[in-house]
């Protein structure tokens, strides 16, 4: 199937509206339901997981189902996303993800414009977000090498680990931290120590790419 490129990007814009929703819609319902904070995060993380599996089967034969800068950028550098279509790509999924926390707020009955006030700072964040992004990447790529039909799943799953074992609760998404920006919830991110998250994030991405591309070539491709 080949979709108009307005078309692909309502489907990053939508997707990553959901995906952001989701997780701070989820991060506010868990954080009013109870004061334990590993219980809260459990609550968050179950939606996050599960949403990505949804959102990536129904949008991923119409876009690519993205949601992520890094990952766009992954498939640019790996040549199979054209340059051209990275910046429409990155602008629809900011965008959509800072409707999604706008609308959570608005759910919830909260301040609708907000900035947050969580300090996520500190080597240990930079480098889980290195790490968290790195084995999001590797497992798209290496998921749709080997089993196409199961990345809706391997991502959410993945996800949903990388919540657990990453100091950062995996963010491993440009335009989530920066929606995350806009909501002093649960969820939320100072903006101000959004700049270094986009960054490790970035590497991450790059790294993935250079070190996927390696491990997945055949024998038979190399020669």
């Not at 089967?57 to 189902?65: E, H, N």
């Not at 706008?102 to 919830?108: E, I, K, R, Y």
């Not at 930079?126 to 798209?140: D, P, S």
């Not at 270094?196 to 790419?209: D, E, H, N, P």
């Amino acid at each position: 199937m080949t979709f108009t490129l307005s078309r692909r990007l309502t489907a990053e814009f939508l997707g990553t509206a959901f995906l952001v929703g989701t997780v701070v819609g989820s991060g506010i319902m868990a954080d009013a339901l109870t004061e334990d904070v590993a219980l809260a995060l459990l609550g968050n993380t179950l939606p996050t997981g599960a949403i990505l599996v949804v959102l990536i089967t129904i949008l991923g034969p119409i876009s690519g189902a993205h949601f992520n800068p890094a990952v766009s950028l992954a498939f640019v550098i790996n040549k199979t996303m054209p340059v051209a279509e990275l910046a429409p790509y990155v602008i629809a999924q900011i965008a959509g993800g800072i409707v999604g926390s706008l609308v959570a707020h608005a759910m919830f009955d909260l301040t609708i414009f907000q900035m947050s006030t969580t300090v996520r700072s500190g080597t240990g964040q930079w480098i889980a977000e290195i790490v968290a992004t790195f084995g999001l990447v590797g497992t798209i790529l290496a998921g749709i090498r080997f089993r196409g039909d199961a990345v809706p799943w391997l991502v959410g799953l993945y996800i949903t680990a990388a919540y657990w074992f990453t100091a950062s609760t995996s963010f491993a998404n440009p335009a989530v931290a920066i929606a995350r920006g806009f909501s002093d919830t649960f969820a939320g991110i100072r903006m101000m120590d959004v700049p270094a998250f986009i960054l490790a994030q970035i590497v991450g991405s790059v790294l993935a790419v250079i070190v996927l591309t390696w491990l997945l070539r055949d024998t038979k491709d190399a020669q």
